[in-house]
Nanobody, 121 residues
């Protein structure tokens, strides 16, 4: 069992940066691949980034590639998402998830409650 709590969201101007954190409880954090997803109002939840359990391999949605960086600290049980050059279209609730190394929602078993990111133009 893994419990996930996101933090770090907020309001930022376009072009700015934010770093999201996802704190995990439970001793099995390092055994799971992790992902970040987001859901904008009126839209389906979409894949943002993923990272293997070791942290050695990452993958990004085309819409965030080159602007976002996913990383993890298995010693501290924390997942990060560094977001730079933010755009208004990045506005969404961001969720972290633990499961398989996948870009599909259904492959992740555990989810956080989400943190709101709002980018103003």
């Amino acid at each position: 069992q893994v419990q996930l709590v996101e933090s770090g969201g907020g309001l930022v101007q376009a072009g700015g940066s934010l770093r999201l954190s996802c704190a995990a409880s439970g001793r099995s954090f390092s055994g799971y691949a992790m992902g970040w997803f987001r859901q904008a109002p009126g839209k389906e939840r979409e894949f943002v980034a993923r990272i293997t359990s070791s942290g050695l391999t990452t993958n990004y949605a085309d819409s965030v590639k080159g602007r976002f960086t996913i990383s993890r600290d298995n010693a501290k049980n924390i997942l990060y998402l560094q977001m730079s050059s933010l755009k208004p279209e990045d506005t969404a609730v961001y969720y972290c998830a633990a499961g398989l190394y996948s870009n599909r929602n259904q492959d992740y078993r555990f989810w956080g409650q989400g943190t709101q990111v709002t980018v103003s133009s």
